[in-house]
């Protein structure tokens, strides 16, 4: 768990990075956020919503830090809850990724035993 700790660590940096240097055109950052929360997902099922929202959370955690340091910004200060828009790829992520696992299990593996 050490591992995908360091690498959602790694992702949200990247997450960051891309959020405050991305111009007009945000697919790149969409992107790394729908594949990121699908590996997460696919990881663990269990905790997909987990990693979806620690994923999201380098989206308006970056901006935040940006207008508190005077960091430039393209397009300049914007609420911030326009960033929840971010909470669609790494929901739908996460959810494929999940499902994609669970339904790659067996069904004697699906099934609690009693």
């Given amino acids: 768990m050490a591992v995908a700790a360091l690498v959602l660590l790694l992702v949200d940096l990247a997450l960051a990075w891309g959020n405050l240097h991305a111009a007009d055109d945000v697919q790149p ?20 919503w ?8 380098a989206i308006p955690t970056s901006t935040a830090w940006a207008y ?10 914007h609420p911030l809850y326009e960033e929840l ?3 669609i790829p790494v929901a739908i992520g996460a959810a494929a990724g999940a499902g994609a696992r669970l339904a790659m299990l067996s069904p004697r593996e699906n099934t609690s035993r009693d």
């Fill in 29 to 48: 950052v969409v992107a790394l956020l729908l594949l990121a929360s699908f590996g997460f997902g696919f990881y663990r099922p269990r905790w997909s």
């Fill in 50 to 57: 987990l990693f979806a929202l620690l994923l999201f959370a």
């Fill in 68 to 77: 508190a340091t005077h960091y430039p910004v393209y397009g300049g200060h």
């Fill in 85 to 87: 828009i971010a909470l």
